[in-house]
């Protein structure tokens, strides 16, 4: 027979005048520090006594209730309310919700209070932050959630930026998969995807502190303390669209900068200032970089150059300052420690002193105009000017004993132009075009004739016939007509790498197509020598055809190149221009066009990358005087992106990607035929001159063709 359950049966719960509550000498709460009388009584003036007293009915001698009841369970709250009646808030008859336990029961009072405290359970911080941000949802600002709360502003900003963790974290750290030091680590950065990235690598490692996750976060952003960012300002940064990550759980030495291109472009402007402002002292070069390698002025002389003697004015004030230095230290020589203001009033004395040290130093004209000068930063991110250094090819210029006796001063000194260099490239007026449009850089054309040499690779490899006749025509040629340079087709047949080539390249159509069908083949053909003979022997013609062109296809070289002047490496000027011309043929031949090929001009391949002069060129000739007309007010940046967007559907191909017609001139898009003859270099290849270096032209030409 089963045995019944036991019932238990509830206190009851009335509404007690509070001057028949006193409490309980039982109560086990008796320290007093850390625990807020005031705070709980401004609580219950807000938000009203949201837990009932537990008390228990007084008795006297005889056991009878003498109708006061002591409160054991609630101290606090009981301390709080007695406040509220002396501050005449609280009337002292005001019914008070209580629970009344019996005053016979067999647990003592004792255990009623300890348990009362001892089994509160704290709020999990993740319910303190959802609560936070609903509340901020319904209207609350920070501070007046921090004022319900009696809490920091910080500590609740710091449970709001949970908010940046991932749902995934948050989760994790709720099933105790992660501490509260972790998840906060996590805050630094706002990037979802990178911190469970971070999370997946370090969960199983034995090296996941916080301070190591956030190092990992913070891998690719520069610190504010970093001397680019000192030299910058973080508040201008921030002014230029820059992102801060800061860190509000500890000290964070200002912060991280999360845009390090911008960070950069910022400095190399401020730099490139300054440089000019010393370019107008007639100096012959300036050489600009954040920060000059150890050794970099070995085999320059340096000037010695005169100091700037000191005004009347300056000299007095310096001797002021001195005694005003000397009379403090004397006044506080017994002091074991300096009043604040004592101390920074000599911080100011001595950084005031140490500039009349460091005297500007004035040069003679004569060797102004054959020296230069460093700008640079130095380590605590102020700017660095280091003048007077003469190169050896200069020293030709110098008058004899010019420095040395320090020659007449001419009556009428020419202040030439310095030549500036930045990162060791010369820097030049963005969009300076006031004598026409400049050739394109020679890195871009680089990248767009490596899509051209891809897209052609492409096209012969579904074109066998063509492949044939190609590698036929190739064989002909070195056999009978050794004079022949080598043309667009190396047939050892030698892959050709791209020397330089854009991000999107590997993710175009024709790079796709060239990948699987490697991949399709690579399958198939034998790794052994004699087997592979067999194997092709076998073969019908149709399939050695079509190995065949995947073969010749990999040596297509259509890239563009600096001729080489000089014999023995590169390639002459002839031979460009008939590799060239070849790959034109070719393109006709396999019927290959560029836009249907994949090539659209964007941001990246083209528009960002070259002169407003250039974007609204490529507008006008692909959608029409009048959508250049929209844009040519607009800045550069602007410019490209809405240039992108006109150019999306026109078919419009710079000039590397049009196939030549007949007469050496670019077709168009839409006019490019199968005219089936060689043809000269065109117009844009030929000019003279550089055109100015681009926000994404980072190397050197010499970088690009290292491989030659």
Excluded at 245 to 250: A, C, E, S, V
Excluded at 508 to 520: F, G, I
């Amino acid at each position: 027979m089963a045995t019944a359950v036991q019932k238990i049966t509830l206190s009851s719960a009335r509404d007690i005048p509070f001057n028949k509550l006193v409490l309980s000498q039982s109560n086990v709460r008796r320290v007093k520090a850390g625990v807020s009388i005031e705070q709980m009584a401004e609580s219950i003036t807000r938000h009203g006594l949201i837990q009932s007293l537990h008390v228990r009915p007084v008795l006297d001698g005889d056991g009878n209730e003498t109708g006061m009841f002591e409160v054991p369970a609630g101290g606090r709250r009981y301390r709080a309310l007695e406040l509220l009646v002396k501050q005449k808030r609280l009337v002292k008859n005001a019914p008070v919700p209580c629970v009344i336990g019996d005053a016979n029961s067999d647990i003592l009072i004792d255990e009623v209070s300890l348990v009362e405290n001892m089994e509160r359970a704290p709020l999990h911080p993740l319910d303190q932050y959802r609560a936070f941000q609903a509340m901020r949802d319904k209207g609350m600002t920070e501070e007046a959630i921090a004022a319900a709360f009696f809490v920091s502003v910080t500590v609740v900003k710091q449970r709001l930026r949970l908010t940046s963790v991932s749902p995934t974290l948050l989760e994790i750290y709720a099933e105790d998969g992660m501490t509260l030091e972790q998840l906060m680590a996590f805050t630094v950065s706002p990037d979802h995807a990178r911190q469970e990235q971070v999370w997946d690598a370090i969960k199983d490692s034995w090296q996941k502190e916080p301070y190591h996750i956030r190092r990992m976060l913070t891998e690719t952003a520069v610190r504010a303390s970093d001397k680019r960012a000192v030299f910058v300002g973080v508040d201008a940064y921030e002014a230029a669209g820059g992102i801060m990550l800061r860190d509000l759980f500890q000290s964070d030495d200002g912060g991280w900068l999360q845009d390090p291109v911008l960070l950069d472009r910022m400095v190399a402007e401020k730099l490139k200032t300054a440089a000019d402002q010393v370019a107008e002292e007639g100096w012959k070069w300036i050489e600009v970089a954040v920060s000059f390698p150890y050794g970099h002025d070995h085999g320059l002389r340096e000037l010695s150059g005169n100091t700037v003697d000191l005004t009347d004015e300056e000299r007095a004030t310096r001797e002021a300052l001195r005694e005003e230095y000397d009379r403090i230290e004397a006044e506080y020589s017994e002091a074991d420690e300096l009043p604040d203001e004592i101390d920074q009033r000599l911080g100011e004395i001595e950084q005031a002193l140490e500039a009349f040290e460091n005297r500007p130093v004035s040069y003679d004209p004569a060797v102004i105009a054959i020296a230069g000068a460093f700008v640079s930063l130095d380590a605590d991110g102020s700017l660095s000017i280091d003048r007077g250094y003469v190169r050896a090819e200069d020293e030709s210029q110098a008058e004899p004993d010019a420095e040395a006796s320090g020659g007449d001063q001419p009556d009428t000194p020419t202040v030439q132009r310095a030549v500036i260099t930045i990162g060791g490239k010369p820097a030049e007026p963005e969009d300076d075009e006031e004598d026409g449009i400049k050739p394109l850089p020679e890195r871009l054309v680089i990248e767009l004739t490596a899509h051209r040499t891809l897209a052609l690779r492409n096209a012969l490899a579904e074109n066998p016939h063509v492949a044939m006749t190609l590698l036929l025509h190739k064989l002909l040629s070195d056999t009978f007509i050794h004079t022949n340079p080598t043309g667009c087709l190396e047939a050892n047949v030698r892959h050709i790498f791209f020397s330089a080539q854009s991000e999107e390249l590997k993710d175009s159509p024709s790079a796709q197509a060239v990948n699987d069908r490697h991949e399709r083949w690579g399958d198939h053909v034998p790794a052994d020598d004699r087997a592979l003979w067999e194997w092709l022997t076998h073969l019908d013609d149709g399939t050695r055809m079509e190995l065949l062109a995947l073969c010749v296809s990999y040596g297509v070289n259509a890239l563009f190149e600096r001729p080489n002047p000089y014999s023995g490496s590169g390639v002459s000027q002839h031979g460009l221009d008939v590799r060239l011309a070849q790959a034109d043929r070719l393109a006709r031949a396999t019927g290959m066009d560029m836009v249907a090929a994949g090539w659209k001009p964007t941001v990246g391949n083209y528009l960002g990358r070259v002169t407003k002069l250039r974007i609204l060129e490529a507008v006008r000739e692909g959608a029409g005087e009048r959508a250049a007309q929209l844009i040519d007010h607009m800045k550069k940046g602007d410019m490209a992106k809405e240039a992108e967007r006109l150019l999306a559907e026109t078919n419009w191909l710079p000039e590397p990607l049009r196939l030549a017609s007949l007469d050496g001139d670019q077709l168009e898009p839409d006019d490019q035929a199968d005219t089936g003859e060689d043809t000269a270099l065109p117009d844009f290849l030929t000019e003279d001159g550089e055109d100015e270096d681009t926000a994404d032209d980072e190397d050197e030409f010499q970088h690009a063709v290292a491989a030659e």
